[in-house]
């Protein structure tokens, strides 16, 4: 039985190796997630991890933000905006989970791995196509 929640395809990458690389971090993390949910491993362990991947989601929007800002984005509120609502959400998660109120689910999987997916080929590889545009280097 496979652990692994996402499979990294190169139709998920936006052609910057940089970002890709940070994408694939955080799918690493989301399977990391995924398998310690599915084998059962103590709530602290789940609880660690989730917790890195708040952090290194938030470095990985700051960073791509700093971009938006830099070379004005044009689409620059709208994407910080679904950052910001997934850094909430999730934190906010993270919290009732450590409080013991609530567990993860399959459902909170598939929302993770749906919104990453999504973003990446929607709002990231749109930044990434007007970024090309301007010949942004990103390193
Ligand atoms: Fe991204
Ligand atoms: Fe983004």
């Known amino acids: 039985m496979t652990k692994v929640l996402i499979n990294w395809t190169d139709k998920y990458s936006v052609d910057y190796d940089v970002i890709?690389?940070?994408h694939k971090e955080l799918v690493g993390m989301i399977n990391n997630l995924y398998a310690s949910f599915t084998e059962g491993k103590a709530d602290e362990i789940v609880e660690d991890i989730l917790k890195e991947m708040i952090k290194y989601t938030?470095?990985?929007f700051?960073?791509?933000e700093k971009y938006f800002d830099k070379y004005n984005y044009s689409d620059t509120k709208l994407h910080k905006e679904q950052h910001n609502d997934f850094i909430v959400k999730v934190t906010s998660f993270y919290?009732?989970?450590?409080n013991g109120s609530v567990t993860i689910t399959y459902d909170i999987m598939n929302f993770l791995r749906e919104w990453l997916l999504t973003h990446i080929q929607g709002s990231d590889k749109k930044y990434v196509a007007e970024f090309k545009n301007k010949n942004v280097n990103i390193v």
């Open 62 to 64: 700051k960073m791509e």
């Open 95 to 98: 919290r009732e989970f450590n």
């Open 20 to 22: 890709d690389n940070q």
């Open 58 to 60: 938030d470095y990985h």
